[in-house]
């Protein structure tokens, strides 16, 4: 009988934020008042490296958001909490390379300002290779929208692809510890 190697798969979880107008707007308002003039650029802008200490808000506005997803994704026990929090804009050619959010916890994005027309989701890339040819293998959800609120394990690596149109890409991105 044939049957799969659970514990090689990767959990990942995708849905949509209720009510995300209401909470785009506050997101919004978090950005302006709290990160907008404390971005630095590197391939993108971003305040992940600022101390930003806004994350309870954050968790405030998505808790029911997270709750539900970490609750679906089951892949780590307890009280899901926002350990940190980060905006990242991409305007033209703005990219983030291959990285991930360190070991053993949850991370996810939401996105704020996304055009399916013009942009690309965020890119995951497989652990390991091909059993077949051994190449590296990549994998970008469907259907991402704006108010697409994604969750995976920690360590899985990622990255942005460059923004290759004039439309500002805008996330939210967190980890859950
Ligand atoms: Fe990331």
């Given at each position: 009988m044939k049957s799969f190697i659970e514990s090689f798969s990767i959990p990942f979880y995708q849905t949509k934020i209720e009510d995300w107008e209401f909470k785009q707007e506050k997101l919004l308002s978090i950005y302006e008042d709290y990160a907008q003039d404390n971005m630095s650029f590197s391939e993108q802008n971003s305040?992940?490296?600022?101390?930003?200490?806004?994350h309870v808000m954050i968790e405030t506005i998505l808790f029911e958001d997270i709750k539900r997803a970490v609750k679906e994704i089951d892949w780590i026990g307890g009280r899901p909490r926002v350990g940190n929090a980060w905006f990242q804009t991409y305007d033209h050619q703005h990219t983030h390379a291959v990285h991930n959010h360190g070991l053993g916890h949850l991370s996810m994005v939401c996105y704020i300002h996304y055009n399916p027309e013009k942009h690309r989701p965020t890119t995951f890339v497989c652990p390991y290779t091909s059993l077949i040819d051994g190449n590296v293998m990549e994998w970008e959800p469907e259907?991402?929208?704006?108010g697409t609120l994604i969750m995976w394990p920690s360590g899985l690596a990622h990255y942005a692809p460059a923004n290759l149109s004039d439309e500002r890409r805008m996330i939210l991105s967190a980890n859950i510890k």
């Open positions: 305040d992940f490296d600022n101390e930003n200490n806004y259907d991402v929208e704006e």
